[in-house]
């Protein structure tokens, strides 16, 4: 059934009983019992449709709604058990005939009632939902009924002739309708707020109705002025339709939003006692004729003083909750909600919208700690600002940006996006590419994006944000700037991933790790002039692995510090015992990570190496790579040091990263390496025009010019014919043991293939 439809078919079926119960009373107006007949048999009619109702919506809810139909189905079934001791006893006898019985069944269906609609507004937030609350709304009840019971109960009750049940049922009434009023003035707050279902406005209505005609009955019944099929049965018999509707129309996906909102209904409720003495005061007055002396007018000032002074502190609290609340929900760098929201938010989502789609990006900034700690954290949280910026600029409806925590973003999407999703990344990707110029800086930065999808590829929090994670991690294993999507291959390669890192301080104990030797060649006469140590994983079950792929989780995980010494060592004493067995000496170049410079001690480290084998300083050469010069203060220091030791420096993977002619300068360096993507593509003349200018440079700069990854004759000859001298690749040699090196040296140089 449609949402017209459905509107439709409550509407018309209402007004059929409205006309119903107007036609009875205007055929048999003059006969009170079928008129009393006919509003009972609607009634419990109404009352029963409401009872199988809710039990329906019991049975078909979640665990936390589950409850709250419960106690509606109990108070339902107590509201019918009353009418039926008022229905059968008029139907027997013919005649109208009231017990007393049905009033005390009526006031336990309304305090059941009232407990349920407690029960849902408390289950919004357990954690917010003080005890100062409760007092709160006790006291808002005690003045309702105070006013009720003085200014329509007491004047036509007889406290002599009545009994003491019905003494108390009669006060009870106007306390648990008055509860019941509140209850339902914070649930249209809540439906106004979407956190709580809009099913809960055919509840709302209904109580609302109920409550009505129940103030309107002991008015008229205050004034001797009530008579059946009157105004009071109409707004009983509605009420009681819309409560049944809503068990009706109660759905399993149907769930209350779970959340502190700022301007939560149930903190108003601190007014309450204040409104509620106010009230009090003037109508005491009021009943003593406004007679005041000075001692009662002293109490009321200071009173209204107290109130006063209440109010101003409220105000104040309020103030720091909704600050405290902001916070608990926020990043105050960047004003993106948090983690905790984040949390909440897709949890809560996952829940509401079942099986259809919602999408998470974890976004995390490539290289954001280098810039973090070279410029200072100033300029760090100013790059994150932006980024933030930069991301919510793209960000369409439906979709919401959060920050969790130092360079990492989540974006949460509800909705299907099919292709759309690859041209979002995109976008975000180029955005935050574009250079972030903050103060006399131009700093670029690039982004990797992991995506996972719900419920393709998990159905939990947990799963989701694992799955996105480890795909935004393989993008960066990629090569950065990129995103991916997780699925079962992403799996496998992740599994690869922590098996690699659980393995890697294993594999330098159980010596799996291995050092191959490349030669440096002479361009002109292929003569070997120089070596670079490269270091080889031999798996126990993975095979070979690359240092590509095991390095950057070294680094990540801190164990390329003991890996970077191991290799040191073994360099060196290689070196030397070639040396000792008279072989040309020759220069080992080891490569050294940047977290070796940032992690300290690295010059300790190169002279315990040079002193336990014995090596000259001479016959050492660093290579570092372009980051290096991200943090010149500290890596100058370190590079002069090893100036001073004779160790020679060179740059390696020059022109693909940070290079600065300033910088360069500054720091004593010895050599540049021509990153072998330059040399692939030499073919191509804006290729070569940028090899021959970067050569050009070495030269006017005095730097060594050492171009890797020569494969063919013809980028032999380019390299040669732009005045390179030095080269290192497959032509001449690939990486080899040191056994197989020391036959390459013994025969020096390599013979002319063409």
Same mark, same amino acid.
């Given at each position: 059934m449609t949402m017209l439809k459905e509107k439709r078919f409550i509407v018309i079926f209402i007004l059929m009983n409205v006309f119903i119960l107007f036609g009875w009373n205007l055929i048999f107006r003059g006969n009170v019992w079928l008129m009393n007949l006919d509003i009972l048999i609607l009634q419990t009619t109404a009352m029963l449709f409401g009872l199988i109702q809710f039990r329906k919506a019991y049975k078909k809810t979640d665990n936390q709604q589950k409850t709250f139909w419960l106690i509606l189905s109990i108070g339902a079934a107590l509201c019918l058990v009353g009418n039926m001791f008022w229905l059968v006893p008029q139907i027997i006898k013919g005649e109208f005939v009231s017990t007393g019985i049905e009033y005390l069944f009526w006031l336990l269906g309304r305090v059941t009632y009232l407990i349920a609609l407690f029960y849902r507004i408390r289950g919004i937030n357990t954690i917010k939902f003080k005890k100062v609350y409760i007092f709160?709304?006790?006291?808002?009840?005690?003045? *309702?009924?105070?006013?009720?019971?003085?200014?329509?109960?007491?004047?036509?009750?007889?406290?002599?002739?009545?009994?003491?049940?019905?003494?108390?049922?009669?006060?009870? %009434?106007?306390?648990?309708?008055?509860?019941?009023?509140?209850? #339902?003035?914070?649930?249209?707050?809540? #439906?106004?707020?979407?956190?709580?279902?809009?099913?809960?406005?055919?509840?709302?209505?209904?109580?609302?109705?109920?409550?009505?005609?129940?103030?309107?009955?002991?008015?008229?019944?205050?004034?001797?002025?009530?008579?059946?099929?009157?105004?009071?049965?109409?707004?009983?018999?509605?009420?009681?339709?819309?409560?049944?509707?809503?068990?009706?129309?109660?759905?399993?996906?149907?769930?209350?939003?779970?959340?502190?909102?700022?301007?939560?209904?149930?903190?108003? *409720? *601190?007014?309450?006692? %204040?409104?509620?003495?106010?009230?009090?005061?003037?109508?005491?007055?009021?009943?003593?004729?406004?007679?005041?002396?000075?001692?009662?007018?002293?109490?009321?000032?200071?009173?209204?003083?107290?109130?006063?002074?209440?109010?101003?502190?409220?105000?104040?609290?309020?103030?720091?909750?909704?600050?405290?609340?902001?916070?608990?929900?926020?990043?105050?760098?960047?004003?993106?909600?948090?983690?905790?929201?984040?949390?909440?938010?897709?949890?809560?989502?996952?829940?509401?919208?079942?099986?259809?789609?919602?999408?998470?990006?974890?976004?995390?900034?490539?290289?954001?700690?280098?810039?973090?700690?070279?410029?200072?954290?100033?300029?760090?949280?100013?790059?994150?600002?932006?980024?933030?910026?930069?991301?919510?600029?793209?960000?369409?409806?439906?979709?919401?940006?959060?920050?969790?925590?130092?360079?990492?973003?989540?974006?949460?999407?509800?909705?299907?996006?099919?292709?759309?999703?690859?041209?979002?990344?995109?976008?975000?990707?180029?955005?935050?590419?574009?250079?972030?110029?903050?103060?006399?800086?131009?700093?670029?930065? *690039?982004?990797?994006?992991?995506?996972?999808?719900?419920?393709?590829?998990?159905?939990?929090?947990e799963e989701l944000f694992k799955f996105a994670d480890t795909a935004m991690y393989l993008a960066k294993d990629s090569g950065k700037n990129g995103f991916k999507y997780y699925d079962d291959n992403l799996s496998e390669v992740m599994e690869r991933r922590l098996k690699i890192e659980s393995d890697l301080r294993k594999g330098l104990e159980k010596n799996q790790f291995e050092l191959y030797y490349q030669p440096k060649v002479s361009l002109d006469s292929r003569e070997i002039t120089g070596v670079e140590a490269l270091l080889r994983w031999n798996h126990p079950e993975l095979g070979w692995i690359s240092p590509v792929e095991f390095i950057p989780i070294a680094e990540e995980t801190g164990q390329v510090m003991a890996i970077g010494e191991w290799v040191l060592r073994n360099a060196c004493r290689q070196n030397q015992i070639w040396r000792e067995k008279g072989l040309p000496s020759i220069r080992m170049s080891v490569n050294v990570s940047v977290k070796q410079f940032q992690h300290g001690g690295l010059v300790r480290i190169v002279k315990k190496a040079l002193e336990e084998s014995g090596l000259s300083p001479h016959y050492l050469e660093i290579e570092v790579t372009e980051s290096i010069m991200q943090n010149t203060s500290e890596s100058s220091e370190v590079l002069h040091q090893f100036r001073e030791m004779g160790i020679q420096i060179s740059i390696d993977d020059f022109g693909t990263g940070y290079s600065s002619l300033n910088i360069i300068q500054q720091l004593p360096i010895d050599t540049i390496k021509l990153d072998r993507s330059f040399i692939t593509d030499i073919e191509n003349e804006n290729q070569l025009s940028m090899v021959k200018t970067i050569i050009n440079l070495g030269e006017n700069l005095k730097l060594n010019v050492v171009a890797e990854g020569i494969e063919t004759e013809y980028q032999l000859t380019k390299l040669i014919e732009s005045g390179c001298q030095i080269g290192q690749g497959f032509l001449f040699s690939k990486p080899v043991e040191p056994d197989q090196f020391e036959l390459l040296l013994r025969q020096r140089v390599f013979p002319n293939r063409q």
């Open positions: 709160n709304i006790l006291i808002f009840m005690i003045t *309702t009924a105070s006013v009720t019971l003085y200014y329509l109960i007491e004047p036509t009750l007889n406290y002599a002739e009545n009994s003491l049940s019905s003494i108390v049922v009669a006060l009870m %009434y106007p306390i648990i309708n008055s509860s019941i009023l509140l209850m #339902i003035f914070v649930i249209c707050y809540l #439906i106004y707020k979407k956190i709580e279902s809009r099913i809960m406005i055919f509840l709302a209505g209904g109580f609302l109705l109920t409550v009505i005609g129940d103030s309107y009955y002991a008015f008229l019944e205050s004034s001797s002025n009530f008579a059946p099929g009157g105004t009071v049965a109409y707004l009983w018999l509605i009420g009681m339709w819309l409560l049944g509707f809503a068990g009706y129309f109660a759905k399993d996906n149907e769930r209350v939003r779970e959340q502190y909102d700022e301007g939560f209904g149930l903190r108003n *409720t *601190t007014i309450l006692p %204040y409104i509620s003495t106010l009230v009090l005061i003037i109508l005491v007055i009021d009943s003593y004729n406004w007679v005041v002396n000075s001692l009662s007018f002293g109490l009321l000032i200071v009173i209204g003083m107290i109130i006063f002074r209440q109010l101003l502190i409220i105000k104040e609290n309020n103030g720091l909750i909704r600050e405290f609340s902001y916070l608990a929900y926020h990043d105050p760098l960047t004003g993106l909600s948090n983690r905790t929201e984040f949390k909440e938010t897709l949890e809560s989502e996952m829940k509401r919208v079942q099986d259809k789609e919602i999408v998470l990006m974890l976004i995390d900034l490539d290289r954001f700690k280098v810039a973090n700690d070279t410029l200072g954290h100033q300029v760090g949280d100013e790059i994150l600002v932006k980024a933030a910026e930069r991301i919510e600029e793209v960000l369409g409806p439906n979709m919401k940006v959060f920050r969790l925590g130092g360079d990492e973003f989540a974006v949460i999407i509800l909705q299907e996006m099919d292709s759309k999703c690859n041209v979002l990344a995109e976008k975000i990707l180029q955005n935050i590419q574009k250079p972030f110029k903050l103060n006399d800086y131009e700093i670029s930065l *690039t982004a990797s994006i992991g995506i996972s999808v719900f419920p393709k590829t998990g159905r939990s929090y």
